[in-house]
């Protein structure tokens, strides 16, 4: 009963103007908690917004459509004048067989442009497609067989949804008739969706739906292989120099600025560097992945440096100590001791280090990885592109059909960047020591 | 010459040399009164120092003996190149191998050859971070003082008017030439002013908010999801700028009646901002934590509430921190490339509308060198004026944001 007289008791004490006030300041405490959640809640609604808008348009880039046709392997053309030779087998017109196939299909189609529209449906790259097939299995020419082609970039677009049906004609991007092509085949169930390997297996090309980032993956691995080679290495020794040898001095201090300066130097003045050093000045080959390994292992040194820093100085003096007092070198402590002991901090900065560089597109710009380059690059001195860049130039293409192909691609690269950064973290969790 | 057979010979004789060394260093009997001599594989690496070091000497020499001759294409320089040379390293490798073999006696000290060559690579390694400044100041200076030679400093820098096409041909109209670079400076200042005004109150609250009032796992959740924003790629940023947010302002615009250009400065600057979120958030994050206990105890002990504490106490004792934050975000957002490659225009409008399209140092900067360009003439050349600018501006910035953190830190510490 003390408790509820108690109360009583304050609030007789308390004075209106007091409550009125304290009430004010509760609610502006209130108000001010609030606008603190709200500022985390809009930027991870930005997150949010960032991914879903990317992962719906880019999920359907993973797979794609094809028109099953029934096209006879003419050897008159597969073998023309009667030469059976692999070049000639390589060179035939299979274009044509295609084009025959198309005819039969549809009988009605006449007229020229009708015509040409008609070849349009299935893609540029269905003749490839075929010749690889005879390449590979010599058996069937001659044979009337039916195969999967795949579709061009229009039909891919309108088969997934992304041309609405009910537009206008003069709207809309594919016309009546080819609307009625596609649908008798799908009436037929000479239409599918199937799995786009050739996204992940082929290089460029200015045809969307054949265009895929293997090449971009390889020109990635490449240029990364190249910067890890040469940053991790030099970052490391860096670090053990300034932490573990270097005597305390003006060189030093300069040094030690001069990385944290260069740490916050925009990536893009890096890509001037690599032009003025690399390609002006040592003439290494332009658009080659090496040249921009070396322009990004300059820009990931700093951070490589400072982690592995950090790294080092966690390392506790004891074990120092204990290895010089037990007759080993300065140079044998620091190889055998305390470097293994930091090593996975060391390995983590560098994996984030090298997750950045992954990434990074503007001085790869201005080194000239920006070339349409199909092929996929043999070697680290071969014309290459990389992942960021792939995505830069598909972005920059005004095919409706790229939007996708470059949504795609950055799913790509963020689940590689996912991988690296799971890697870190699980490197930290595992071997990392609280001394 | 073909690089990689002569590297693997070179390769193979040391790894020989490696192997004598090593065989040989066990067949030494130490001498009477002498301590016991280094292990086996001291003597191989021993060996192999003496064996890389005359080669990789020469080379050095060669290269720059070849950068400083230039393009020479005669047949004698070819000779040298193709057959004596790779003669020479491999002679070298031996000799160098063979000279070591024969010093391998009793009373050789291995290890301090080894230290000393190890020391030096130490150093070597860590002025390789000096050098790449030095690098960046000179290839940029040396362009930039060409650029000079034909456009004066003042018109570049005071210059109200950007277009660098220059005239291909004499005849050509309509291509003068113009290098003012207001126009650049002041549309990075209007997409850098947009970015903060999203990323700071953003950023500082969610700090606010992670430090002072949310509950561990609330910040062990949400912290490393935050940090997702600063690991995603520039070039998505841009990509979703492009396509999504651009797109999205000029429809709201259009409902609303406001002219908005798909392109607009508005777009470019919110995206950015969202990218620099995470940069500022988690070092005000490293700064409140960094303010004393006894402040906060102590301003609620006098009965403030929370926020009380957080406005009139941490805020103002962590400020300098945060305005170092601040500029670092700066620095960052003036130096930032793709976003505005790719949502933000390469036309030189000289406005403030936020709504309208503008462009950027670092735009230009690419649009200037991406393609194939002679490397004399001004509009090459202008890119690494610009870049310099760039360089000296984040620079600046920096420091001034390095001494103020460093002098905040002192007075806690």
């Known amino acids: 009963m003390t408790d509820i007289s108690d109360l009583k008791s304050r609030d007789e004490w308390v004075s209106e103007g007091r409550k009125a006030r304290l009430g004010k300041r509760h609610r502006a405490e209130r108000r001010f908690k609030i606008l603190g959640l709200g500022a985390i809640l809009i930027a991870l609604s930005m997150l949010a917004t960032l991914l879903v808008s990317i992962g719906s348009k880019g999920y359907s880039a993973f797979v794609q459509t094809r028109f099953e046709l029934t096209v006879t392997l003419d050897e008159a053309v597969i073998h023309p004048n009667g030469d059976s030779s692999v070049p000639a087998v390589r060179g035939a017109s299979y274009g044509t067989l295609i084009r025959k196939a198309l005819r039969a299909e549809f009988p009605d189609v006449k007229a020229r442009r009708e015509l040409r529209s008609l070849f349009g449906i299935v893609s540029k790259g269905a003749s490839r497609q075929l010749r690889t097939m005879v390449m590979e299995n010599p058996a069937v020419i001659g044979e009337t067989i039916s195969v999967w082609l795949v579709a061009s970039d229009d039909m891919d677009m309108f088969n997934k949804g992304y041309i609405p049906r009910n537009v206008v004609e003069a709207d809309r991007r594919i016309k009546d008739n080819e609307i009625k092509w596609f649908d008798q085949l799908a009436a037929k169930g000479a239409t599918q969706k199937v799995f786009n390997w050739g996204f992940f297996s082929s290089g460029d090309s200015r045809e969307p739906e054949i265009a895929g980032i293997w090449g971009a993956i390889v020109g990635s691995f490449y240029t990364i292989l190249i910067t890890f080679a040469i940053a991790f290495p030099i970052g490391v020794m860096s670090a053990i120099y300034l932490e573990e040898f270097a005597p305390k001095n003006r060189l030093t201090d300069i040094i030690e600025v001069n990385i944290n300066n260069l740490a916050a130097v925009p990536s893009i003045v890096f890509g001037l560097l690599g032009v003025g050093l690399f390609l002006n000045v040592a003439h290494f080959p332009r658009s080659a992945s090496v040249v921009g390994g070396l322009t990004l292992a300059l820009m990931t040194l700093p951070i490589i440096i400072i982690s592995a820093r950090t790294a080092i100085r966690a390392v506790p003096d004891s074990i120092r100590n204990a290895a010089l007092g037990l007759g080993a070198s300065r140079q044998q402590t620091a190889f055998h001791h305390v470097l293994p002991l930091s090593m996975p901090g060391i390995l983590t900065g560098t994996i984030i280090g090298l997750s950045q560089a992954l990434g990074e597109t503007a001085p790869l710009l201005m080194i000239g990885m920006v070339a349409f380059i199909v092929d996929i690059p043999g070697n680290v001195t071969d014309p290459a592109t990389v992942l960021p860049v792939q995505i830069f130039l598909w972005a920059d293409s005004p095919e409706r059909a790229f939007v996708e192909k470059t949504s795609g691609a950055i799913l790509v690269l963020l689940a590689f960047l996912v991988f690296m950064n799971a890697l870190a973290v699980l490197l930290r969790r595992k071997f990392e020591r609280r001394w | ?413």
């Open chain 2, 1 to 413: 010459m073909s690089f990689t057979p002569l590297i693997i010979l070179l390769l193979a004789i040391c790894t020989a040399g490696y192997w004598f060394g090593s065989k040989k260093a066990l067949t030494i009997v130490p001498e009477r009164g002498q301590a016991r001599i280094g292990r086996p594989h001291q003597f191989g690496v021993f060996v192999v120092i003496w064996g890389t070091i005359p080669p990789v000497f020469l080379l050095i020499l060669w290269s720059i003996f070849s950068l400083m001759s230039g393009d020479g294409e005669n047949a004698i320089f070819d000779q040298i190149d193709q057959v004596i040379f790779p003669v020479l390293l491999i002679l070298s490798t031996v000799l160098g191998c063979y000279a070591a073999i024969t010093k391998i006696k009793s009373g050789l000290r291995t290890r301090k050859t080894l230290e000393f060559v190890v020391y030096s690579l130490l150093i070597l390694a860590s002025t390789v971070s000096v050098f790449t400044t030095i690098g960046i100041v000179f290839s940029l200076l040396f362009e930039t003082l060409h650029f000079f030679e034909k456009v004066p400093v003042f018109d570049f820098l005071l210059g109200l008017h950007w277009s660098p096409q220059t005239a291909l041909r004499e005849d050509q109209v309509g291509s003068s030439g113009a290098f003012g670079a207001i126009p650049l400076f002041a549309g990075t200042m209007l997409i850098t002013l947009i970015a903060m005004v999203v990323a700071v109150p953003l950023g500082l609250f969610s700090a606010i908010y992670m430090t002072e009032y949310a509950s561990k796992t609330f910040r062990a959740i949400v912290k490393p999801i935050l940090e997702i924003l600063a690991g995603i790629p520039t070039v998505v940023y841009g990509f979703f700028a492009a396509l999504t947010v651009g797109v999205f302002f000029r429809d709201v615009g259009s409902t609303i009646g406001l002219d908005v250009v798909s392109e607009s400065a508005l777009a470019a600057g919110v995206v950015m901002g969202m990218m620099i979120i995470p940069f500022i958030s988690s070092l005000s994050d490293d700064v409140i934590t960094a303010v004393p206990q006894s402040l906060r105890d102590g301003s609620y002990a006098l009965g403030a509430t929370k926020s009380e504490t957080v406005m009139k106490v941490i805020l103002p004792a962590a400020l300098p921190g945060i305005v170092g934050a601040v500029l670092l975000a700066v620095s960052r957002a003036i130096g930032e490339t793709m976003i505005v490659v790719m949502a933000a225009g390469f036309s030189a409008n000289l406005t403030a509308n936020p709504l309208e399209a503008v462009t950027t140092v670092t735009v230009q900067i690419v649009g200037l060198l991406v393609g194939d360009q002679e490397f004399d003439s001004a509009k090459t050349l202008a890119a690494f004026a610009l870049a310099l600018v760039l360089f000296l501006i984040t620079l600046g910035l920096n420091v001034i944001a390095l001494i103020v953190v460093r002098k905040y830190r002192e007075k806690y510490d």
